[in-house]
């Protein structure tokens, strides 16, 4: 039986975070989707299709990984695609109380689906989306934390 996970999120935009998860993630599944939510409840610097654009070209290294957009709930997105498992990063405990209760909820919401935990290597640790717009905002140098694809659209973006 195949195996399929899907790691949903903003991606606003998508970090070198972001992807030591889903490198991770690939290894252990047949399978791996990266779904960008076209909901996320709070404004985004980078609309649907450039979080979507810059999620394809960030992970075309990963074989068994493919991207898509999604409307709605999540845990729908991940039965449609024939996805039991859905991956969220764990970064440190003040991510635990959010993730903790996203993960409850979408287990209430759809049983069959159950979230898997996963932890980047310790250098991405303190690395999130915020953070980078931040920096980005200020004109810092960004190559350690997001791939080139991704300071380049931060560059652009922030130049106005
Ligand atoms: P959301 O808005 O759904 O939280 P994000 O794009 O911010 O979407 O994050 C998607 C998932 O990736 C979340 O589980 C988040 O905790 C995780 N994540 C984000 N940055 C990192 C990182 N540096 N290391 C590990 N996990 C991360």
């Not at 996970?5 to 972001?18: E, K, L, N, S, V």
């Not at 999620?55 to 709605?72: D, I, M, R, W």
């Not at 959010?98 to 209430?108: F, V």
């Not at 996963?118 to 934390?145: E, N, V």
């Amino acid at each position: 039986m195949s195996h399929n996970a899907i790691y949903p999120g903003t991606f606003d935009p998508i970090t070198y975070g972001h992807i030591n998860i889903l490198e991770k993630a690939a290894k252990q599944f047949d399978h791996t989707i990266l779904a960008v939510a076209d909901y996320t409840g709070k404004p985004t610097t980078f609309n649907l299709e450039e979080r979507y654009q810059l999620c394809l070209e960030a992970t075309a290294h990963l074989e068994n990984v493919s991207v898509k957009k999604f409307k709605g709930l999540a845990v729908d997105f991940a039965i449609s695609q024939g996805c039991s498992v859905m991956i969220r990063g764990l970064r440190a405990v003040s991510d635990f109380e959010y993730e903790l209760s996203l993960a409850l909820t979408n287990t209430k919401l759809n049983p069959q689906i159950e979230t898997v935990f996963l932890i980047p290597s310790l250098r991405y640790m303190y690395l999130s989306s915020s953070l980078i717009r931040q920096l980005a905002d200020l004109g810092s140098c960004l190559k350690d934390f997001v791939p080139p694809c991704v300071e380049l659209a931060l560059a652009q973006k922030y130049k106005s």
